[in-house]
T-cell receptor
Framework: KNEVEQSPQNLTAQEGEFITINCSYSVGISALHWLQQHPGGGIVSLFMLSSGKKKHGRLIATINIQEKHSSLHITASHPRDSAVYICAVRPSGNTPLVFGKGTRLSVIA | DAGVIQSPRHEVTEMGQEVTLRCKPISGHDYLFWYRQTMMRGLELLIYFNNNVPIDDSGMPEDRFSAKMPNASFSTLKIQPSEPRDSAVYFC????????????FGNGTRLTVT
């Protein structure tokens, strides 16, 4: 069974800090997703990656397939980044995603 | 593109009542997923459809839960009879058929069973 573990569970940062959220999984995958969920809101897909690194604005996602590990980085964090960040993996092709429990991020001005 | 549309946004009902949640996926998406999210367990897959056919319903908690997809543009998740432990946010999501395409979520239905 593929387990997806995220750390930390909760994170509080000061505005401007560099933030890292980690995700580890236990079996081979075809892709890894990072999702963002704002309080009271829906869920938005941030990144989907199967190797290397992707960047979008202040967000960077990296994955190390050999180590079965991914990180989501936020540079120059801002209070509007406060949300739950969820890591999810797809074991193969068209199988459903397996989700981590999320990391709750609060960025304080 | 209006995205995945779910209704209602909020539902409060009494134990024992029937609850029906609705979802309209993005046009052209071949896959539709129903998820439940709670504080304790996070996001859990309940059931998913491919081209309107249920593929895996092993996540459906028990016989009180049922889901249908009568056509490509509509799906329902029904709970009958509802229980307080069913209180959660229920998300519908859809995606195209090609491998590893991103998932698009609806805004969810917050269900409270008293």
């Amino acid at each position: 069974k593929n387990e997806v573990e995220q750390s930390p569970q909760n994170l509080t940062a000061q505005e401007g800090e560099f933030i890292t959220i980690n995700c580890s999984y236990s079996v081979g995958i075809s892709a890894l997703h990072w999702l963002q969920q704002h309080p009271g809101g829906g869920i938005v897909s941030l990144f989907m990656l199967s190797s290397g690194k992707k960047k979008h604005g202040r967000l960077i996602a990296t994955i190390n397939i050999q180590e079965k590990h991914s990180s989501l980085h936020i540079t120059a964090s801002h209070p509007r980044d406060s949300a739950v960040y969820i890591c999810a993996v797809r074991p193969s092709g068209n199988t459903p995603l397996v989700f981590g429990k999320g990391t709750r991020l609060s960025v304080i001005a | 593109d209006a995205g995945v549309i779910q209704s209602p946004r909020h539902e409060v009902t009494e134990m024992g009542q029937e609850v029906t949640l609705r979802c309209k996926p993005i046009s052209g998406h071949d896959y539709l997923f129903w998820y439940r999210q709670t504080m304790m367990r996070g996001l859990e897959l309940l059931i998913y459809f491919n081209n309107n056919v249920p593929i895996d319903d092993s996540g459906m908690p028990e016989d009180r839960f049922s889901a249908k997809m009568p056509n490509a543009s509509f799906s329902t998740l029904k709970i009958q009879p509802s229980e307080p432990r069913d209180s959660a946010v229920y998300f519908c999501a859809s995606r195209p058929g090609r491998d590893n395409s991103p998932l698009h979520f609806g805004n969810g239905t917050r269900l409270t069973v008293t």
